[in-house]
């Protein structure tokens, strides 16, 4: 099993809709987890923290479930913008901060 | 404006070359990191540093080397020993060894 599993989609949405990315972890230990934004053959972008109360920031929310080990991101009102790979990342260790990333999750936003 | 820089942003080598990839920081992050991109696959850990003058494995170190002198400098070397070096290579950094990472533009290296 892959310690960080993500859809990889793509998920084809149009504007204004409201989309959610699920994202499983393997490692019950995990203390911190993220959600990066990426954009083709671009570096990956922080976009947010999850954190267990979850949290929101803008059009974006993000809900962790400790005991199903999952995360989510969900996006209202899509934009054009929001087209990019969105990935999943826990942290695999309780030391040393070592981040494991998903494959990412397509998200296509069409006008 | 403080950041992440890698340079060049595109490489190309003949094989059996060595090859160092730059990587400076003007964020006075203690922790800096390498990692590999690969078609269809997350981001893998070839180094990491949590402070200057030390450094550790990450998960695919084989053919790689790193040095830490400076804080600001983390630079990458591929060498001829790395089986398959074409790969988009990201270079990161973080406050502490625990918070969240940030990351360069890459650096794309092609060996032919």
């Known amino acids: 099993r892959k310690e960080v599993e993500q859809d990889p989609g793509p998920f084809n949405v149009p504007e204004g809709a409201t989309v959610a990315f699920n994202c499983t972890y393997s490692?019950?230990?995990?203390?911190?987890f993220f959600w990066y934004r990426q954009d083709c053959r671009k570096e990956p972008k922080l976009l947010m923290s999850?954190?267990?109360s979850g949290n929101e920031d803008g059009r974006f929310t993000a809900q962790l479930n400790r005991a199903s080990q999952y995360i989510s991101l969900l996006i209202r009102d899509s934009k054009l913008s929001d087209s990019a790979t969105y990935l999943c990342?826990?942290?695999?260790?309780?030391?040393?901060?070592?981040?494991?990333f998903g494959t990412g999750t397509r998200l296509l936003v069409s006008p | 404006d403080g950041g992440i820089t890698q340079s060049p942003k595109y490489l190309f080598r003949k094989e059996g070359q060595n090859v160092t990839l730059s990587c400076e920081q003007n964020?006075?992050?203690?922790?800096m990191y390498w990692y590999r991109q690969d078609p269809g696959q997350g981001l893998r850990l070839i180094y990491y540093?949590?402070?200057?003058?030390?450094?550790q494995k990450g998960d695919i170190a084989e053919g790689y080397s790193v040095s830490r002198e400076k804080k600001e400098s983390f630079p990458l070397t591929v060498t001829s020993a790395q089986k398959n070096p074409t790969a988009f290579y990201l270079c990161?950094?973080?406050?502490?060894?625990?918070?969240?990472?940030?990351f360069g533009p890459g650096t794309r290296l092609t060996v032919t």
């Open positions: 999850v954190y267990s």
């Open positions: 490692n019950s230990a995990s203390q911190s």
């Open positions: 540093s949590q402070i200057v003058n030390d450094f």
């Open positions: 964020l006075n992050h203690d922790a």
């Open positions: 990161a950094s973080s406050i502490g060894d625990r918070s969240e990472q940030y």
């Open positions: 990342v826990v942290n695999g260790d309780t030391g040393f901060q070592k981040l494991v």
